[in-house]
Structures are given as structure tokens and as C-alpha cells.
């Protein structure tokens, strides 16, 4: 899987998006990022205990992206998106995803799932499995251009805050072990 998007210029000229797997310090970064991403839905934000308690698990890897990082800068950049994936045997399954409101559309959520596909193919596994709430137009976009089908309806998987339930597509995408990323 290679980004389609044009991601070197995210943050600059020649800058790439710099991505860094999450360490116990970087916990309150990702529950932080989630829970603005998903403000929307109070229910689909974990909170650090929940999450830290996730990554002590080897089955469950987490990724934080910012625009660049100065080649000299001595600390990590803010992040500006994240991704949480858990392995189950073949699948990488993406739990979680979320990109800042400003920061969407260039690249940088395509950026994470390549890695996160090549984090997958590197333990076995053969394909790329989420959910997305079948209301959410862009993020279907999103993913169906990245190769995602859906395979399956989940019937009212989503309790919104109004009460209201919605249907959730699972979605996934072959890997091939000859695609680079």
C-alpha cells in the first residue's frame, strides 16, 4: 500500500510526517487526541487509564503522527493524529483512527494506515479489518479509497448521545506481501 496522497509537503517543503510508535509517556498525547476526535461521541473516547491499560498488551500497538519534525528539533513534535491497532492471528485490526479537524486531508490519516499495514504484514497478517459508523460519508470515502470494502453490517453497533442507533460497516482491505509501503 503506498500513500496516494502527496504527503511530503504536510509540513513544508521536503518535510515528511513524522510517526512514532506509542511509549508509556505518550499515553495522555493519545487519550487526549481521541477524546477531541471523537467529542462528537463521548462514548468512542477511552481515556488514558483504559488506553494504557490496552497497550500493555501485546496484542494492541498504537501509533501518533505530527505534520514534521525539525531534523534537529531535540523533542517529539504535538501530535495531530493517532492509530491503534490490535493483532488477532491474520488481521490487523484498526480500533481506532483520528486525525485533528485542521490537520485532515493532507495525507497524514493515509500516512498511519500505510504504517500500520506494514506493522500488520510484518506479524503475518493478511488483511486490514475496521468499523465505521455507516453515517459517516467522509470516512467511508476515506477508507474505500485506500482499497476498503465493506464485508459485513453490524446492526445497530452505535449508540449515539440522542439515544439514536446506528448500523456499523466492517471494512477491510487484502494485504499483499508484495505491495510497498
Not at 86 to 103: E, H, K, M, N, R
Not at 113 to 140: K, P, Y
Amino acid at each position: 500500500m503506498t500513500p496516494k496522497t502527496d504527503i511530503s509537503t504536510a509540513g513544508g517543503a521536503g518535510e515528511r510526517p513524522y510517526v512514532w510508535t506509542v511509549g508509556a509517556g505518550d499515553v495522555a498525547a493519545l487519550a487526549e487526541l481521541q477524546a477531541v476526535c471523537f467529542s462528537h461521541d463521548p462514548a468512542g473516547a477511552w481515556g488514558a487509564a483504559y488506553l494504557g491499560k490496552l497497550l500493555t498488551q501485546r496484542a494492541f500497538e498504537a501509533w501518533l503522527i505530527a505534520p514534521f519534525k525539525a531534523s534537529d528539533a531535540p523533542e517529539k513534535p504535538r501530535p495531530v493524529g493517532f492509530l491503534l491497532m490490535q493483532y488477532a492471528g491474520d488481521v490487523g485490526d484498526i480500533a481506532s483512527i483520528g486525525i485533528l479537524d485542521a490537520w485532515r486531508r493532507r495525507g497524514l490519516g493515509e500516512h498511519l494506515v500505510v504504517v500500520a499495514a506494514a506493522a500488520a504484514r510484518s506479524i503475518g497478517a493478511d488483511r486490514l479489518l475496521l468499523e465505521v459508523a455507516e453515517d459517516n460519508e467522509a470516512a467511508r470515502r476515506f477508507y474505500e479509497s485506500l482499497g476498503f470494502d465493506c464485508v459485513r453490517v453490524r446492526r445497530g453497533y452505535y449508540e449515539r448521545a440522542d439515544g439514536q442507533r446506528i448500523n456499523a460497516l466492517v471494512l477491510q482491505r487484502p494485504l499483499s506481501f508484495t505491495e510497498t509501503s
